[in-house]
């Protein structure tokens, strides 16, 4: 799809995380020149729980990834639920769609083992370079190509400024989402916004089979503790550690008074001795990060520019995940680069890149919507009292909230959960 012969890609994708990945491998697979562009060097850390649900297991399927133990995964069976002073687990549900495991791994190695799936594929990944802007075509106002520059493992300038040109540039560039922001195209402070920190513990949990996660988190406040919208996670990795972690959400991109890190060290004081959540035991440090949540960045796709994983805020209200969407919008994205491709004329490429976020919305908007209403119930703290207290005794209720949190239900059929989670999904506007 080069429109001139100066273009150095037919495709730009910016960062490398799941997001730029996999829409890096799935356009290469299609065919196009990718050139993937990431600031760091692999390995290299991100902030996340490190817990895959059974939707991002089959995006990892999709894309051809190994997902054996043996490569170094470790499977859940389903999620452990711990709320007033007892423990509900509830195996992932048998589907279609997708697998009934899920999978852990850190983010150091899931990264890396997704960027060289890519460059394996065929796309052209150049690490340590920094992204620092777009270009913009000053007669037809499209990106046409960003400017980057080489930089050291600290991040600091090694080399003189590049500029890479393509038709169509990706953006993955994460929660900071400079492109988009340098563009004008701000993120709408209505919409949920999260906040996660976490941290490793070497920890005899560390084989544990179950997500677990902590529905009541309490601010620790001397005599007016107060529950919090959010909760604690416990993901164990196989290999000795567990990646332990608490996140809080909002419903609009106001920021908290929540001192995490401390809230995180009140709720370590407390957790059963045999766990070894020590700080003798603690490899690294707590570190913390926003979660941008139901498309809070508009629009997806505009002259030449896309935007995928948490730089459109892909992530999900209910439950903070967003690897799932994040790889689903990049593969959708590389599918409307490779069909404009095919195009003949400006128009009819303009019209095959537009499908990404109508396809998009249609495939999320109505359970992000849902995501939505659902931070601005559990913002009422006797709500949220109220759901933990007397909803997870009861296996229906549990049955559906478990889908619809981690957004494992059949879009079309299945069982009465299934049709009503997709029914609601369907009434409601679209985010």
Same mark, same amino acid.
């Given at each position: 799809?080069?429109?001139?012969?100066?273009?150095?890609?037919?495709?730009?994708?910016?960062?490398?995380?799941?997001?730029?990945?996999?829409?890096?491998?799935?356009?290469?697979?299609?065919?196009?020149?990718?050139?993937?562009?990431?600031?760091?060097?692999?390995?290299?850390?991100?902030?996340?729980?490190?817990?895959?649900?059974?939707?991002?297991?089959?995006?990892?399927?999709?894309?051809?990834?190994?997902?054996?133990?043996?490569?170094?995964?470790?499977?859940?069976?389903?999620?452990?639920?711990?709320? @007033?002073?007892?423990?509900?687990?509830?195996?992932?549900?048998?589907?279609?769609?997708?697998?009934?495991?899920?999978?852990?791994?850190?983010? %150091?190695?899931?990264?890396?083992?997704?960027?060289?799936?890519?460059?394996?594929?065929?796309?052209?990944?150049?690490?340590?370079?920094?992204?620092?802007?777009?270009?913009?075509?000053?007669?037809?106002?499209?990106?046409?190509?960003?400017?980057?520059?080489?930089?050291?493992?600290?991040?600091? =300038?090694?080399?003189?400024?590049?500029?890479?040109?393509?038709?169509?540039?990706?953006?993955? *560039?994460?929660?900071?989402?400079?492109?988009?922001?340098?563009?004008?195209?701000?993120?709408?402070?209505?919409?949920? %916004?999260?906040?996660?920190?976490?941290?490793?513990?070497? &920890?005899?949990?560390?084989?544990?089979?179950? %997500?677990?996660?902590?529905?009541?988190?309490?601010?620790?406040?001397?005599?007016?503790?107060?529950?919090?919208?959010?909760?604690?996670?416990?993901?164990?990795?196989?290999?000795?550690?567990?990646?332990?972690?608490?996140?809080?959400? &909002?419903?609009?991109?106001?920021?908290?008074?929540?001192?995490?890190?401390?809230?995180?060290?009140?709720?370590?004081?407390?957790?059963?001795?045999?766990? @070894?959540?020590?700080?003798?035991?603690?490899?690294?440090?707590?570190?913390?990060?926003?979660?941008?949540?139901?498309?809070? =960045?508009?629009?997806?796709?505009?002259? @030449?520019?896309?935007?995928?994983? *948490?730089?459109?805020? %892909?992530?999900?209200?209910?439950?903070?995940?967003?690897?799932?969407?994040?790889?689903?919008?990049?593969?959708?994205?590389? *599918?409307?680069?490779?069909?404009?491709?095919?195009?003949?004329?400006?128009?009819?490429?303009?019209?095959?890149?537009?499908?990404?976020?109508?396809?998009?919305?249609?495939?999320?908007?109505?359970?992000?919507?849902?995501?939505?209403?659902?931070?601005?119930?559990?913002?009422?703290?006797?709500?949220?009292?109220?759901?933990?207290?007397?909803?997870?005794?009861?296996?229906?209720?549990?049955?559906?909230?478990?889908?619809?949190?981690?957004?494992?239900?059949?879009?079309?059929?299945?069982?009465?959960?299934?049709?009503?989670?997709?029914?609601?999904?369907?009434?409601?506007?679209?985010?």
């Amino acid at each position: 799809m080069r429109l001139r012969g100066t273009d150095d890609a037919d495709v730009i994708v910016v960062g490398a995380g799941p997001a730029g990945s996999a829409a890096a491998h799935y356009a290469a697979a299609a065919g196009l020149d990718v050139l993937l562009l990431e600031k760091s060097s692999f390995p290299r850390d991100k902030i996340c729980g490190d817990g895959l649900t059974p939707r991002a297991v089959a995006e990892l399927v999709r894309m051809g990834v190994p997902v054996r133990e043996e490569d170094g995964w470790i499977r859940n069976i389903g999620l452990r639920a711990v709320a @007033g002073g007892r423990s509900y687990e509830f195996p992932w549900p048998e589907l279609r769609s997708y697998p009934s495991y899920g999978l852990a791994r850190s983010r %150091m190695n899931l990264d890396q083992t997704l960027a060289e799936h890519a460059r394996s594929t065929g796309a052209k990944l150049l690490e340590r370079t920094s992204v620092t802007g777009a270009v913009v075509d000053e007669r037809t106002g499209r990106v046409a190509g960003v400017t980057a520059r080489p930089v050291d493992d600290r991040g600091r =300038r090694a080399g003189d400024e590049v500029t890479y040109r393509a038709p169509v540039v990706i953006a993955a *560039d994460g929660v900071s989402a400079r492109i988009a922001t340098s563009l004008g195209l701000e993120k709408d402070h209505r919409r949920p %916004m999260g906040v996660a920190v976490r941290t490793y513990f070497r &920890s005899p949990r560390h084989d544990d089979p179950w %997500m677990e996660s902590q529905l009541e988190l309490w601010d620790g406040a001397p005599g007016k503790s107060a529950l919090l919208p959010g909760y604690g996670w416990i993901f164990a990795l196989g290999d000795g550690t567990v990646n332990v972690g608490l996140g809080s959400v &909002s419903s609009t991109a106001a920021a908290t008074k929540i001192d995490y890190k401390a809230l995180f060290a009140r709720w370590m004081e407390n957790v059963p001795e045999e766990w @070894g959540f020590t700080p003798e035991n603690q490899v690294g440090p707590v570190r913390g990060a926003a979660l941008p949540m139901a498309f809070n =960045r508009k629009p997806l796709y505009r002259s @030449g520019l896309m935007l995928v994983g *948490d730089a459109g805020g %892909m992530v999900s209200p209910f439950n903070g995940e967003g690897i799932a969407y994040a790889m689903q919008a990049g593969r959708t994205a590389a *599918d409307a680069v490779a069909q404009a491709r095919a195009r003949t004329t400006d128009h009819a490429r303009e019209r095959a890149l537009a499908t990404y976020p109508e396809i998009m919305r249609r495939d999320l908007g109505g359970y992000y919507t849902l995501g939505r209403y659902f931070v601005r119930l559990i913002e009422h703290p006797q709500v949220m009292r109220i759901c933990t207290t007397y909803g997870l005794p009861r296996p229906l209720v549990m049955k559906f909230v478990v889908k619809l949190l981690s957004d494992c239900y059949e879009p079309h059929g299945g069982d009465v959960v299934d049709r009503v989670i997709a029914g609601l999904s369907r009434m409601v506007p679209s985010a």
